[in-house]
């Protein structure tokens, strides 16, 4: 099932910004590459991204059929193509990052759980 792939991938995602915004040394991964370990201040960017994630990831689970709706089929899908267009361009901003990590990491991470946002948005 695609949307578990999907929910899977930024699962790891998700478990990697709250490692980042607890303040683990993991902000080569993130931001460009810019800090090791990011500052106080933009911790509150990862976990307003964090609440991001584990909203998709609920979606993609409920577009799936895989946990029951808190929303219309309709606006579901809406929902669930909003992510794919914000994965899409999330990926170029990785490939376009001056950090190798993010780069290498979470490019491939962003580009298939696009795919799957896609996939399931157009299925539906």
Not at 33 to 57: D, E, M, T
Request: net charge positive; aromatic share 12%.
């Amino acid at each position: 099932m695609i949307q578990l792939l999907g929910a899977s991938l930024f699962g790891i995602v998700a478990v990697l910004t709250l490692l980042i915004g607890l303040g683990f040394p993991l902000g080569e991964f993130s931001i460009g590459g810019k800090y090791k370990v990011v500052p106080p201040k933009l911790r509150i960017l990862c976990w307003v991204s964090l609440a991001i994630q584990l909203f998709a990831i609920i979606v993609i689970l409920q577009a799936g059929k895989i946990i029951p709706l808190w929303f219309s089929i309709k606006t579901t899908k809406y929902i669930i193509i909003f992510f794919a267009i914000y994965l899409s361009l999330n990926t170029i901003m990785n490939f376009l990052s001056t950090s190798k990590k993010e780069k290498l990491y979470a490019t491939p991470l962003s580009i298939i759980a696009a795919i799957c946002f896609w996939i399931t948005g157009v299925e539906m």
